[in-house]
């Protein structure tokens, strides 16, 4: 089974500041992939940044980026020039890569960040 | 963009009642899913559905839900007989063929159960 936790339930970022999330996972499998949700308080979720664990390099999304080490399974989020609209719930997400059939989510407990002006 | 609809957004029922929500996934997605939160918790995986059948479900999926696509577009989750404990609030997702590009979610149906 897979699991992801996410250690840090709240954090807080001044305004043009860089924040860190930490995420954790544990699996078995050798083919995944991990993404980063937003979830801002309209709730809905939005994909933030995706990493395919076969690729070394890190994935980058404008001021998103992530730290993906295999090794110790470990995927934090990197927020640059951190803004008011980042004020969200970020889950951490793992998928097995499919073979066949649908293939889930699985969601860590997802961490608060606010941003302050 | 091509989005993910829900609808209701906001349902209220008395326990016991069947409730059947709805969604419409992006149009040329193959893959569908449905996963709860209850308040203040983490995203929970219910079922997937693909090509027409069940691909995978939770130990939360019980036979009280059941899903259905009865058109070409639309992705239905029922609860038979609700309980308080099915208050949440549940997200459809889907998802193309391309799996880098992750599950588009919609904006989620709050269930209260009373």
């Known amino acids: 089974a897979q699991t992801v936790t996410q250690s840090q339930p709240e954090m807080s970022v001044q305004e043009a500041e860089t924040v860190t999330l930490s995420c954790t996972y544990d699996?078995?499998?050798?083919?995944?992939?991990l993404f980063w949700y937003k979830q801002p308080p309209s709730r809905q979720m939005i994909l933030v940044i995706r990493?395919?664990?076969?690729?070394?390099q890190n994935a980058t999304e404008n001021r998103f980026s992530v730290n993906f080490q295999k090794a110790a399974k470990s995927f934090s989020l990197k927020i640059s020039d951190s803004q008011l609209g980042d004020t969200a719930m970020y889950f951490c997400?793992?998928?097995?890569?499919?073979?066949?059939?649908?293939?889930?989510?699985?969601f860590g407990t997802g961490t608060r960040l606010t941003v302050i002006p | 963009e091509p989005e993910v609809t829900q609808t209701p957004s906001h349902q209220v029922t008395q326990m016991g009642q069947e409730v059947i929500l709805r969604c419409v996934p992006i149009?040329?997605?193959?893959?569908f899913y449905w996963y709860r939160q209850i308040l203040g918790q983490k995203v929970e995986f219910l079922v997937s559905f693909y090509n027409n059948e069940i691909s995978e479900k939770s130990e939360i999926f019980d036979d009280q839900f059941s899903v259905e696509r009865p058109d070409g577009s639309n992705f239905t989750l029922k609860i038979r007989s609700t309980k308080l404990e099915d208050s949440a609030m549940y997200f459809c997702?889907?998802?193309?063929?391309?799996?880098?590009?992750?599950?588009?979610f919609g904006p989620g149906t709050r269930l209260t159960v009373t």
């Open positions: 149009s040329n997605h193959l893959y």
């Open positions: 990493q395919e664990a076969y690729k070394q």
């Open positions: 699996t078995s499998e050798s083919n995944y992939y």
């Open positions: 997702a889907s998802r193309g063929t391309r799996i880098r590009a992750g599950q588009y």
């Open positions: 997400a793992f998928m097995k890569r499919p073979q066949t059939g649908a293939n889930n989510l699985f």
